[in-house]
């Protein structure tokens, strides 16, 4: 008897199937029967094809080749079920204020770190903060005029054998005591308190992003007053996000080796766990979404790429509000790809205009992307014959240019090129 030969992926295994009527129900009942014993306990949620698409009727399966999905599966737990998603959200790494992949990457390190001390029965904090080029000068005038006590943050930080991680604009910090002393400092991060004492000198001592404290972690009360501890969950705040930033590390490797459709199925992986653990209304799931898409624009999917980036702005307008800084960045990658790959210039116009109301106006940002935004905003409209406007944006993407990269660098001469081309 006529069989078809069906490969189906399932987290990190491959399967062989033989299906002997290429129908959808068929394939679900050979995937379920096939993963038994690997997927227990789980139900069976979707199957797509390479391209990250549903399969859902005998005909989507038919006209699929080749004849390669992805299975998707859920734990059927009743007990998480009934899990309150609005409260685990609470708790889990703050996406808010910082939330790119370095931010993601720093604080994956940090609680394996708080696992590996709790393990070891350690004390101490680990620290993940930005612009500590600002603290750092203040510690050192610190230490330049008074005495501080050994447990002093000013004194522990300096000490010559701190294990110290650079992540981007990021750095880690951990230091190894039972008793940290803030005085005078602002941490604009996490900080992680295993198993130690904080105490506070004064009021002035703020942590503006998030405090994860272990069981037995005293915190000074000044320092509660302005800051709520979070308790440290070893399921939610390390096993979870080390396991979403797994998958999303074996994207960026994918992706690097221009193996989107691999890159997009561990995308997926990490956007189940997401929705399994965190429910729909997650900062997770916008950030999966927005990857999803560059790959897909990658790829050359740009309709795919258009409909997750959408996905994203409106999940973080629901999240944060529509004058978030990541409805901002996820609206210039719309906007370039409606510019440089859809050619559909009114729509580039349109999100390139919103994004920099709120990166220029809003944040009052001062980077690379206000550059770009002007220069791709000066390229719409000389494609829409709009010289004047064109002129116009071309000169403030000259200008964001000289100030960020100065006047020799290519991109403000290439602008400088553009505006002579106009004139």
């Not at 295993?194 to 037995?216: A, M, P, R, W, Y």
């Not at 308790?231 to 994918?254: G, M, P, T, Y």
């Not at 690379?368 to 993407?397: P, T």
């Amino acid at each position: 008897m006529f069989s078809s030969e069906v490969f189906v992926t399932i987290g990190s295994k491959k399967y062989t199937l033989h299906l002997t009527n290429l129908t959808f129900d068929d394939l679900k009942e050979q995937v379920v029967k096939a993963s038994e014993e690997d997927e227990r306990g789980k139900v069976l949620t979707k199957i797509t094809d390479l391209n990250g698409h549903d399969i859902e009727t005998d005909k989507q399966l038919q006209n699929t080749s080749p004849l390669h999905f992805y299975a998707y599966f859920q734990s059927n737990d009743q007990e998480k079920k009934e899990t309150n998603p609005a409260e685990i959200q609470t708790e889990t790494l703050d996406l808010k204020t910082h939330w790119n992949r370095n931010w993601r990457k720093a604080n994956t390190e940090a609680v394996k770190i708080v696992m590996e001390m709790l393990k070891n029965d350690e004390q101490g904090l680990i620290v993940v903060a930005n612009d500590t080029h600002a603290w750092q000068v203040a510690i050192n005038e610190s230490l330049q005029t008074s005495k501080d006590d050994e447990f002093s943050f000013h004194v522990l930080i300096n000490n010559e054998i701190l294990e110290t991680k650079i992540f981007g604009e990021y750095c880690l910090y951990v230091i190894t005591s039972k008793i940290i002393l803030f005085n005078g400092i602002t941490i604009d991060g996490n900080v992680y308190a295993v198993n130690c004492e904080i105490q506070c000198k004064g009021d002035n001592v703020n942590i503006t992003t998030q405090l994860f404290v272990t069981s037995h972690a005293i915190i000074s009360q000044s320092l509660t007053k302005s800051i709520s501890p979070i308790q440290w969950n070893a399921k939610i705040h390390h096993d979870i996000l080390v396991q979403i930033q797994d998958f999303e590390e074996q994207s960026e490797r994918c992706a690097g080796q221009r193996k989107y459709v691999e890159s997009i199925h561990y995308l997926q992986q990490a956007l189940q766990i997401a929705i399994d653990i965190f429910g729909l209304k997650h900062p997770y799931i916008a950030i999966m979404y927005n990857l999803i898409g560059i790959n897909y624009k990658d790829n050359r999917q740009y309709d795919e790429a258009v409909i997750y980036y959408k996905k994203a702005i409106k999940l973080v307008i629901d999240i944060f509000g529509n004058t978030s800084l990541h409805v901002g960045n996820t609206l210039f990658n719309l906007g370039h790809l409606y510019c440089n790959n859809k050619k559909q210039y009114d729509k580039a116009i349109k999100c390139y205009e919103r994004s920099l109301q709120i990166r220029k106006d809003i944040f009052k940002i001062k980077d690379r992307f206000i550059g770009d935004s002007y220069s791709n905003l000066g390229l719409s409209f000389k494609q829409k014959g709009e010289v004047n406007s064109a002129h116009q944006y071309y000169e403030e993407a000259w200008k964001a240019y000289s100030v960020i990269f100065g006047e020799w660098n290519d991109e403000t001469l290439r602008s400088k090129t553009h505006i002579k081309e106009l004139e």
